[in-house]
């Protein structure tokens, strides 16, 4: 399907969902350089590649090179991990990647690409909860 015949209301869920994911990735990179933890580290290392190939999925359908990370996530997340600790924030964090199941599901039952990325959100949730739970 091309992109000019998806509908208005699905592109503006694309762009949404192309500069959440770019956000993202920023607030991943920044948080993965901020915890003390390695295997929390490559926890969110992993991740902000996952946001990446994701905002690369919407952007195979906006075409859209205009957005770019906003920090706020980026800034705040970090700084709230440094004065509350992991498991005030990963709870937050996972709630949010559970929140873009339920935003993602509307396209998702559209657009197949969207499936994956649907799907990953939630093991992005599962795998920062499992950090709380794996914990020595």
């Known amino acids: 399907m091309g992109i000019f015949k998806k509908k208005k209301d699905d592109m503006a869920a694309f762009l949404y969902a192309q500069q959440g994911e770019l956000d993202a990735v920023l607030m991943y990179e920044k ?18 590649k996952d946001e990446q190939r994701h905002a690369d999925v919407f952007f195979a359908f906006t075409k859209d090179e205009s957005l770019k990370p906003k920090k706020t996530k980026a800034i705040a997340v970090p700084f709230m991990y440094k004065v509350l600790g992991k498991k005030a924030v990963y709870p937050l964090i996972a709630l949010g990647e559970y929140q873009a199941v339920w935003k993602y599901r509307p396209v998702a039952k559209k657009y197949d690409e969207v499936k994956t990325v649907k799907s990953d959100e939630r093991h992005h949730g599962n795998a920062v909860l499992a950090l709380l739970r794996e914990e020595k």
Not at 31 to 48: G, Y
């Open 31 to 48: 948080l993965a350089a901020a915890v003390t933890d390695d295997r929390d580290r490559k926890t969110f290392e992993r991740l902000a």
